[in-house]
């Protein structure tokens, strides 16, 4: 398998040998730091060695709770709002068919359950509309959640557990409820005890958006039907690569040093763009990872995403001719899942017999390397970031590069990329306004 792999070709031209040299150096400091558990939030560490040291027992139940999700469920609800749901929708669409939830695709193609994603809003329309979706289908619920009062997940599973107990009777609901919750103590924990549901555990050690390898992501993974071995495999290979290289063979301190210094030189904004509509929630997850690990103490650089080459008769403009603030990290997937060849056309009304025969990545990607070819004649430099192909391992391999990388950066910033003090001050005005005892 071939590993994930950075091209800074088109990012040469806006800094100095010099200046990478000493950065990475600066990135090298913050890896022995990272990996010495010498930093802030040392004690939420635990992701980095998930890769390797994972509870093979809890491992073999999560299979198995997925594969009974897949023999009696036609729809699986995943209760959960950011790092609780982020990875795992990443790697479902990603994974997937594109029209994974449409119709009988995810029965015919993965013998698995459609799968929505609740309780990442608090719009009363959607939940309203979901319910009409499952209305005369069999269906389970996956509520992850460590304290279980976390509101916007905790609206979203009274309503439908209510639901899933007038449909089966509590007790063939409590079969169909699947908790992923603090190990020991908190208000989901004690409700499952109480009830009886299957529960998996939030490692103490683990942030949300760090729980993509632990059931938080691997449950509603595995029940889509993908090989969440295969996706381990992948975080193992990048593990070796962030622990085991150094230098300009360490991929993610490559990242991170690059980042790092194009900051230094102005550049406030990182625009991660991607070529496949597969990707999007790739991407999404990218944003939570850095936006809520790096910025705080009035630091950190705005992660922004695109969708292309959709977004570039939108978002285009901007970055070709707008402030000149930002620099672009480019996901290019090297083999695509599926090929398909542009037909010629006898009469070629629409002028594009000079490209049939073609395949559309073919397409796509001279698209990508002429745009990547403007953007840095406007001023943006480029990151490139290569990803072998659409499989588990593949995938494994990307989020882990990324979590290692964010580590690294955050330690490089002088921040503590494992704590989130900001998020709880809209919870604080919130619960005034609502009225909530005690605020």
Not at 106 to 135: C, W
Not at 209 to 224: C, E, H
Not at 296 to 303: A, H, M, S, T
């Amino acid at each position: 398998m071939k590993n994930i792999s950075i091209d800074r070709t088109r990012a040469k031209d806006f800094y100095t040998n010099e200046e990478f040299a000493d950065m990475l150096a600066k990135a090298e400091d913050a890896r022995v730091e990272l990996l010495g558990r010498m930093g802030e939030g040392s004690d939420f560490l635990g992701w980095l060695d998930l890769p390797t040291d994972y509870d093979r027992k809890e491992f073999e139940a999560i299979k198995e709770a997925a594969a009974k999700i897949r023999r009696d469920s036609d729809i699986l609800l995943v209760i959960g709002i950011g790092g609780s749901y982020l990875g795992a929708r990443a790697a479902i669409e990603y994974l997937r068919h594109s029209f994974y939830n449409c119709g009988s695709i995810a029965r015919d193609k993965h013998d698995a359950p459609q799968i929505y994603f609740v309780g990442n809003q608090i719009s009363g329309t959607y939940l309203a509309e979901l319910m009409e979706v499952i209305e005369g289908k069999d269906w389970s619920i996956n509520v992850i959640s460590k304290s279980g009062t976390t509101t916007e997940c905790s609206i979203a599973f009274r309503i439908f557990r209510e639901a899933l107990e007038n449909k089966y009777g509590k007790d063939g609901a409590a079969r169909r409820i699947y908790a992923t919750t603090d190990r020991k103590k908190g208000a989901l924990k004690t409700l499952a005890d109480a009830q009886g549901y299957r529960t998996f555990v939030v490692p103490d050690d683990v942030g949300g958006r760090f729980s993509v390898f632990t059931a938080v992501g691997l449950l509603p993974i595995a029940a889509s039907g993908a090989d969440i071995d295969k996706l381990m495999e992948g975080a193992e290979q990048a593990y070796e690569v962030a622990f085991n290289n150094e230098g300009e063979e360490c991929t993610p301190l490559v990242y991170a040093a690059l980042r790092n210094l194009f900051m230094e030189k102005g550049k406030s904004v990182e625009i991660l763009a991607n070529y496949e509509p597969s990707m999007h929630y790739i991407s999404e997850w990218w944003k939570q990872l850095f936006g809520e690990s790096e910025g705080k103490d009035g630091k950190g650089i705005y992660p922004a995403s695109v969708d292309l080459t959709t977004d570039l008769h939108s978002m285009g403009q901007f970055i070709q001719d707008g402030t000149r603030l930002m620099f672009e990290t480019i996901l290019c997937v090297d083999e695509p899942r599926e090929q398909v060849v542009i037909p010629e056309d006898a009469d070629d009304p629409d002028g594009l017999n000079y490209i049939a025969g073609k395949t559309m990545d073919f397409v796509n990607k001279n698209a990508m390397e002429g745009t990547m070819m403007a953007h840095n004649e406007g001023g943006v430099p480029n990151i490139l970031i290569h990803i072998p192909d659409t499989t588990e391992q593949s995938l494994g391999e990307l989020f882990f590069f990324f979590e290692f990388a964010c580590g690294v950066s955050g330690y490089m910033l002088g921040v503590n990329p494992f704590d989130q003090p900001g998020v709880e001050s809209y919870k604080k005005n919130m619960f005034k306004l609502l009225g909530k005892p005690g605020y």
